[in-house]
Antibody, heavy 119, light 106 residues
Framework: EVQLVQSGAEVKKSGESLKISCQVSGYSFSTYWIAWVRQMPGKGLEWMGS????????RYSPSFQGEVTISADMSVNTAYLQWTSLKASDSGIYYC????????????WGQGTQVTVSS | ILMTQSPSSQPASVGDRVIITCRAS??????LNWYQHKAGKAPKLLIYSASILQSGVPSRFSGSGSGTDFTLTISSLQPEDLATYYC?????????FGPGTKVDLK
């Protein structure tokens, strides 16, 4: 059974750093792209970026390039999303998602990680 | 590639046929996917490659279109279908979602 299990909710202050995780099981982690998707409070879904764990090839949305870093560790089947200096506007729910092979559709989703940043 | 959806809100009654449209700013072939999102839950893939029903999704959901214009149809709305629906292209990076269509009760 394919599963993506994300780390728990975080409450941080502006300026702090953060790294959230997404541990996968039930499939070959290294050979599927993993994406991160944000939902800000009351807003829609935004694709942030994706990583191919096998060679760490990473692609970012222009809106998030330079603001976050996506990484992956094949030894523990885990993808990460990190910030070096959080802003209040980073508050939201963050989902990791597996991209299937067919047309790179997002077929399996993590449960989401709530990030709250106070100013 | 920009994605637009209409309507932004769709009030409907149980049993109604609901149609949501999605338009891409460039030709994306059939690289178009639809998701259902309910509050407090992770989004769910409904349809990929414009018209292929994801395993386990009820057959009242269907998708059509290619190029720039796409449609999601719910043939007979059920109470559990009340949610926000998003289209998304996966033609090339950067992937983008449409702004969403909220389907609620009339």
């Amino acid at each position: 059974e394919v599963q993506l299990v994300q780390s728990g909710a975080e409450v941080k202050k502006s300026g702090e750093s953060l790294k959230i995780s997404c541990q996968v099981s039930g499939y070959s982690f290294s050979t599927y792209w993993i994406a991160w998707v944000r939902q800000m409070p009351g807003k829609g879904l935004e694709w942030m970026g994706s990583i191919y764990p096998y060679d760490s090839d990473s692609r970012y949305s222009p809106s998030f390039q330079g603001e976050v870093t996506i990484s992956a560790d094949m030894s523990v089947n885990t993808a990460y999303l990190q910030w070096t200096s959080l802003k209040a506007s980073d508050s939201g729910i963050y989902y990791c998602v597996r991209q299937a092979d067919t047309v790179k559709e997002f077929d399996y989703w993590g449960q989401g990680t709530q990030v709250t940043v106070s100013s | 590639i920009l994605m637009t959806q209409s309507p932004s809100s769709q009030p409907a009654s149980v049993g109604d046929r609901v149609i949501i449209t999605c338009r891409a700013s460039h030709n994306i072939g059939d690289y178009l996917n639809w998701y259902q999102h309910k509050a407090g839950k992770a989004p769910k893939l409904l349809i990929y490659s414009a018209s292929i029903l994801q395993s386990g999704v009820p057959s009242r959901f269907s998708g059509s279109g290619s190029g720039t214009d796409f449609t999601l149809t719910i043939s007979s709305l059920q109470p559990e279908d009340l949610a926000t629906y998003y289209c998304q292209h996966s033609y090339t990076f950067p992937f983008t979602f449409g702004p969403g269509t909220k389907v609620d009760l009339k």
